[in-house]
């Protein structure tokens, strides 16, 4: 008996995500390595927790795919890529590889509801979200590199970014979490 219950476009575009996932835990991996090796703790420490966090994503798209019946594809993960030339450029890089990473979310979003897959379309759901919080997170680190200086930042201020990379929550606060009492 047949039990998937996915488009075989949509098992397809579900599997590539898998595979987009595990792509960016190895970007983070790279990067939090890159931090390491040039004395950024901080935000070796950060980049090492969304590598995880990706491939948490990525463990999240494999299950799905299975409990809808369809075949997981486990293809090769592209290369994360050249090292970044400074922090700033680290970051530039992760936001560019969020937003790549969102309309690959949307693309699926879309798929699901042009197929009236309701099922896939509400788990989807779920990273549209997490997209957003990626995305801002992204922004508001590019932020503190700016006031830091952004690509001329000098070693005083990337120190104290990196102090302060190290405490930054792995969450962002979102525009619809937030309100009059709590900007």
């Known amino acids: 008996m047949d039990t998937n219950r996915l488009s075989d476009t949509l098992a397809k575009a579900l599997n590539q995500q898998m595979t987009n996932e595990a792509h960016n835990a190895q ?6 390595a890159w ?30 795919i299975l409990k809808r019946g369809a075949k997981v594809t486990v293809t090769e993960i592209p290369h994360p890529g050249p090292d970044p030339k400074s922090v700033n450029d680290c970051f530039e890089k992760v936001f560019q590889s969020e937003i790549e990473n969102t309309k690959s979310i949307y693309n699926i979003v879309n798929m699901s509801f042009e ?17 957003t919080e990626e995305e801002t997170m992204a922004l508001d680190l590019l932020a503190k590199i700016k006031i830091a200086g952004g690509a001329n930042a000098d070693n005083d201020a990337l120190y104290v970014l990196d102090n302060d990379i190290a405490k930054t929550a792995d969450d962002a606060v979102l525009a619809q979490d937030t309100s009059v009492q709590n900007p």
């Open 35 to 64: 931090a390491s090796d040039k004395g950024y703790e901080g935000i070796a420490n950060f980049m090492f927790r969304h590598s995880s966090e990706e491939r948490n994503h990525m463990m999240k798209f494999l299950e799905y």
């Open 27 to 32: 970007i983070y991996l790279a990067y939090a």
């Open 115 to 131: 197929e009236k897959d309701w099922a896939t379309w509400n788990f989807m759901q779920w990273f549209v979200k997490e997209q």
